[in-house]
């Protein structure tokens, strides 16, 4: 079980569909499930195998508890809880190598409050391998202020699901040019590149903060180097299934 | 000024609200106003002076673009940064002694985007004094790894407006009980007394964690120790308000 986790507009949906994809295209004997748990998506780039919207749509939570939007995210959000049986037992009867899960369109949603770590505990069997992808969105990680900021909400997601591995991405590459993807990537892996990044006035803070940050990283036993990924130019696909593998061969259980 | 943030449901109108009724309260003269900054809530506990729907409403972007709430909430949030110009006249009419902004619903659209940090760099003079309090929501900091996960977040909002001082509050202490805030105020004020609450098992990781972050708060010169709020009770306001004129009064500039 791959779970998809970002900020709002970061990637989500269209790594789901596209990983999907890339997994099926490699090797077509290999069945791979895609799972939406965002009850107010309207619409999809791929058709979800199984849906939260079959039991939960935000614009009826919200009409019948009359509440606006954010209200409404938040409720549906909290309710999706009641309908992980129905989900498993959807899981189930597809007896799937992969299921590529979708998370909701507001991270914060999923990753803080109980949901989401509730749900990731729930779905599966007590041996199904687990990971968690996290998307840095390209456009906010240009400067380093963006970058380490984005790398304290990774952080924070790590501890959130602390007993799932978790792979940290560089999403929409095609949005930045090569110099730039380089100088990210250069970034998650080299921490006094980024503070050399930086003007002098903040180098300090900068070095002390980002040599910080990767400890945190090094004690949770994760990397914070970055997989760059487009899904438009099909780039990075490769190198993420690479690491899932790893991550999922580490034990002897199956895939998911 | 003063920015309220937090995860959705943290508390962040109603502590808006009535921090604006304890500062006149306490003093008839002093000119208050509020700020609403999201364009997608419904019903709000009290009246905003001004307001970022009397230029965009959730509804209307949806409708618009036709995008769902998700889509809609990141494109409207997006779409504020054209009205600042606005705002401030809005807001050099009133000339008030303090502004107390309530932020949008979901936290990373106002703290993820470029949204937030650019309008808190572009509203009020040079001469502004500003402050950030970040919102820890009561029911999910009871446990240690909900506590460290919602630290690093702070944290990670801290680096995103790291020009701002930031004060941490405890929202919400009335849902949990004497001991249960006594615990939680304690792990932020002594890093060990976190490690302790845990299990062996996790004892050394969450130590080195706490450690770390505790850091991480040090070196970006602000406290981690929280605040307890109960607006309900009207606990806690005091404390609020005297550290938030510590703040402003730290140099010569009015309030706002």
């Known amino acids: 079980m791959n779970y998809i986790l970002g900020t709002a507009g970061s990637g989500k949906s269209t790594l789901t569909g596209e990983l999907k994809n890339y997994i099926i295209n490699r090797n077509p004997e290999t069945s791979v499930i895609t799972l939406n748990l965002d009850p107010g998506v309207k619409s999809i780039p791929y058709v979800p195998d199984i849906d939260i919207r079959d039991f939960i749509i935000l614009d009826e939570v919200m009409e019948k508890y009359s509440l606006g939007p954010n209200g409404g ?10 309908y992980l049986d129905d989900l498993k037992d959807e899981i189930d009867e597809y007896n799937p190598d992969w299921v590529i899960i979708d998370t909701a369109g507001q991270l914060e949603l999923f990753a803080f409050r109980e949901t989401g770590p509730l749900i990731a505990s729930a779905l599966g069997f007590s041996d199904t391998q687990r990971a968690v992808n ?6 906010f990680v240009l400067r380093p202020n963006g970058f380490i900021s984005t790398l304290l909400l990774a952080a924070s997601v790590q501890f959130r699901f602390r007993n799932i591995s978790q792979l940290n ?16 990537i250069n970034w998650s892996q080299d921490f006094h590149a980024l503070a050399e990044s930086t003007n002098d006035r903040e180098k300090g803070l900068i070095r002390e903060l980002s ?9 949770m036993g994760s990397t914070s180097e970055l997989i760059p990924i487009s899904t438009r130019e099909e780039k990075g696909l490769d190198i993420l299934f690479g690491h899932l593998q790893r991550i999922f061969d580490s034990d002897e259980s199956k895939f998911y």
Chains 1, 2 share one sequence.
């Open 73 to 82: 995210m938040i409720l549906a959000s909290d309710l999706m809880v009641n």
């Open 134 to 139: 996290f998307l840095f969105d390209s456009n």
């Open 169 to 184: 991405i560089l999403s929409k590459v095609d949005l930045i040019d090569e110099d730039q993807i380089e100088m990210v």
């Open 211 to 219: 040599m910080l940050i990767s400890e945190v990283f090094v004690q």
